[in-house]
C-alpha cells in the first residue's frame, strides 16, 4: 500500500512507473525544478485519482499550492491519457490473441449540474453526466473507454458515433452487449426481447429463447468487471472537473489499470 497522508490501494510498481513517465516527461521539456519531485507528484495525482481527494486537501497534504496541484494533475493524467490505447489498436489486439468476440458496455460518469443542462441529464440515471463507452475481452479485463459525449445520449447512438461495430467487424470480432444496445449494428449480439405488435397480444419468449438469454449473460457476466473497475476510482463516483476532463481523467485510468498494473 501507498501512503501520502493517508492510505492508497496500489501497489509501488504502479507508484513507480509513474514516476518514470513523469521523470522523462519533465526530462523532454526541460523542466529543472519543481515545488515537488516526480514520486511526490505521481502520489499526489494517484492520491486524486484513487481516493478522490479534492485539490484543497492535496494542497494542504502536500504542502503546496492549489493551483500547483491543479497544473501537476492535468499535466500527469494528460500523459497517461495520451498513453491510452486507441478503439483500432485494443480491437486487433484482442483479435491477435485468438478470441472472438468482445464485450460492450456504456455507463453514465456523474457530474454536477452545468449551465448546458439538457443535453447532459440522463433521464434513464437522473442525473447529469457523461455517457462513456467501454470494451472488456471474455475474461473482463478493460481494453478501451471512448471518448465521453453528454449523458442525454444512449447507448445505442454513443456506439454509433464511436463507429465500434464496424470497427470490430473489420477485426473479426463480434460483440456482446446487453438490450440497451438492440439491433445497433450486425455482428453485435444480444437478449431477445419480447416483441410487442399492436395487433396481437404480447407472448412471453419460449425456452429456447429464455435459454439463449441465460447463456448471453453467463458470457457477459466478466464485462461487468470493466466498469466495476472505473469505481474502484473515487475521482469518477462524481466528477466535478469540466466535462472536457472526464474522458482525460478515464484514459489515464485505462493506462493505470492497462499498462502500470
Same mark, same amino acid.
Given at each position: 500500500?501507498?501512503?501520502?497522508?493517508?492510505?492508497?490501494?496500489?501497489? +509501488?510498481?504502479?507508484?513507480?512507473?509513474?514516476?518514470?513517465?513523469? #521523470?522523462?516527461?519533465?526530462?523532454?521539456?526541460? +523542466?529543472?525544478?519543481?515545488?515537488?519531485p516526480p514520486q511526490r507528484q505521481a502520489l499526489l495525482v494517484l492520491a486524486h485519482?484513487?481516493?478522490?481527494?479534492?485539490?484543497?486537501?492535496?494542497?494542504?497534504?502536500?504542502?503546496?499550492?492549489?493551483?500547483?496541484?491543479? #497544473?501537476?494533475?492535468?499535466?500527469?493524467?494528460?500523459?497517461?491519457?495520451?498513453?491510452?490505447?486507441?478503439?483500432?489498436?485494443?480491437?486487433?489486439?484482442?483479435?491477435?490473441?485468438?478470441?472472438?468476440?468482445?464485450?460492450?458496455?456504456?455507463?453514465?460518469?456523474?457530474?454536477?449540474?452545468?449551465?448546458?443542462?439538457?443535453?447532459?441529464? +440522463?433521464?434513464?440515471?437522473?442525473?447529469?453526466?457523461?455517457?462513456?463507452?467501454?470494451?472488456?475481452?471474455?475474461?473482463?479485463?478493460?481494453?478501451?473507454? +471512448?471518448?465521453?459525449?453528454?449523458?442525454?445520449?444512449?447507448?445505442?447512438?454513443?456506439?454509433?458515433?464511436?463507429?465500434?461495430?464496424?470497427?470490430?467487424?473489420?477485426?473479426?470480432?463480434?460483440?456482446?452487449?446487453?438490450?440497451?444496445?438492440?439491433?445497433?449494428?450486425?455482428?453485435?449480439?444480444?437478449?431477445?426481447?419480447?416483441?410487442?405488435?399492436?395487433?396481437?397480444?404480447?407472448?412471453?419468449?419460449?425456452?429456447?429463447?429464455?435459454?439463449?438469454?441465460?447463456?448471453?449473460?453467463?458470457?457477459?457476466?466478466?464485462?461487468? #468487471?470493466?466498469?466495476?473497475?472505473?469505481?474502484?476510482?473515487?475521482?469518477?463516483?462524481?466528477?466535478?472537473?469540466?466535462?472536457?476532463?472526464?474522458?482525460?481523467?478515464?484514459?489515464?485510468?485505462?493506462?493505470?489499470?492497462?499498462?502500470?498494473?
Amino acid at each position: 500500500m501507498l501512503s501520502y497522508p493517508s492510505t492508497i490501494a496500489l501497489s +509501488s510498481q504502479t507508484l513507480a512507473e509513474l514516476t518514470q513517465i513523469i #521523470r522523462t516527461h519533465r526530462r523532454a521539456i526541460g +523542466s529543472r525544478w519543481r515545488r515537488l519531485p516526480p514520486q511526490r507528484q505521481a502520489l499526489l495525482v494517484l492520491a486524486h485519482l484513487r481516493n478522490g481527494d479534492t485539490y484543497q486537501r492535496l494542497a494542504a497534504g502536500f504542502g503546496i499550492g492549489v493551483a500547483t496541484v491543479c #497544473r501537476y494533475v492535468h499535466e500527469t493524467t494528460d500523459l497517461l491519457a495520451h498513453r491510452a490505447p486507441s478503439l483500432t489498436a485494443a480491437l486487433w489486439r484482442l483479435a491477435w490473441t485468438f478470441h472472438n468476440y468482445a464485450i460492450l458496455d456504456g455507463t453514465v460518469i456523474r457530474t454536477d449540474r452545468i449551465a448546458a443542462n439538457k443535453p447532459y441529464y +440522463s433521464g434513464k440515471h437522473r442525473h447529469h453526466g457523461i455517457n462513456i463507452q467501454a470494451l472488456t475481452d471474455p475474461h473482463g479485463t478493460l481494453l478501451w473507454i +471512448s471518448e465521453g459525449l453528454p449523458g442525454a445520449t444512449n447507448d445505442t447512438a454513443a456506439a454509433r458515433h464511436h463507429h465500434i461495430c464496424e470497427q470490430a467487424a473489420q477485426a473479426g470480432l463480434r460483440l456482446l452487449a446487453d438490450g440497451g444496445y438492440d439491433q445497433v449494428a450486425p455482428g453485435v449480439i444480444t437478449p431477445y426481447k419480447n416483441r410487442r405488435n399492436r395487433h396481437q397480444p404480447t407472448r412471453e419468449l419460449g425456452p429456447a429463447y429464455k435459454a439463449a438469454n441465460t447463456a448471453l449473460a453467463r458470457l457477459r457476466g466478466p464485462g461487468e #468487471r470493466g466498469f466495476a473497475i472505473l469505481k474502484n476510482w473515487r475521482i469518477l463516483t462524481r466528477a466535478r472537473c469540466s466535462t472536457h476532463r472526464v474522458t482525460t481523467l478515464t484514459k489515464a485510468i485505462l493506462t493505470l489499470e492497462h499498462d502500470l498494473n
